[in-house]
């Protein structure tokens, strides 16, 4: 009661790791749901409303895409798994998260990500794609927008009836492409 809570998150919203948030398919890094894990942790009890609801989000979230994608796509393709673009950590991966939540939806996935070799990748459990063709997959999911998936819209090739999720919008000026091609870009 005597914290000024609006003034502790403004501060809170200023450390190094957390400006900006790479938010897309639910909260990936080693800081921002770590915290919330621990904090649930020791609450002994205690009710964290708003830390639980946070957790059951990304949760949430993530089982969401995965009956979404299955419900499009029997292939899908997932770019990007670390939690942040360019840069090579994986930890708490909303990418492999979703991938993993997808292949218990019996959804043939992939995964692929430019800052990992392909026995690297091998090690999260889910398949990899050893090169970027998205018109080998009935859904493309841009988890991670990395640079070199940046203008991936305009060099690759699409077929019509393909759904591509872009979690952080980041082809959302490559709109008319995909609706010229038929693509359903989301």
Known sequence: PDCNVAEA???AGTHWR???LHLGFGTGGRCVPLGTEYLLRGALGNSLHLAQSASEWDDWQREYIARLAARYAHTVLV??????????DAGRSPGIA?????????????IHDPLWTVPDLEQFGVPVAESI???AY???LLATPHRVYLDLPARANWRPGQFVLDAQGTW??????????????R
């Not at 993993?100 to 996935?109: D, I, N, S, T």
């Open 9 to 11: 998150v403004r501060l």
């Open 18 to 20: 957390l400006t900006p």
């Open 79 to 88: 770019l990007g798994i670390a939690y942040r673009p360019d840069f090579r």
């Open 98 to 110: 979703v991938a993993r939540a997808m292949r218990r939806h019996e959804v043939e996935v992939r």
């Open 133 to 135: 063709v998205p018109s």
């Open 138 to 140: 009935d859904a493309v």
């Open 172 to 185: 959302t000026n490559y709109r008319e492409i995909f609706k010229e091609v038929g693509v359903d870009y």
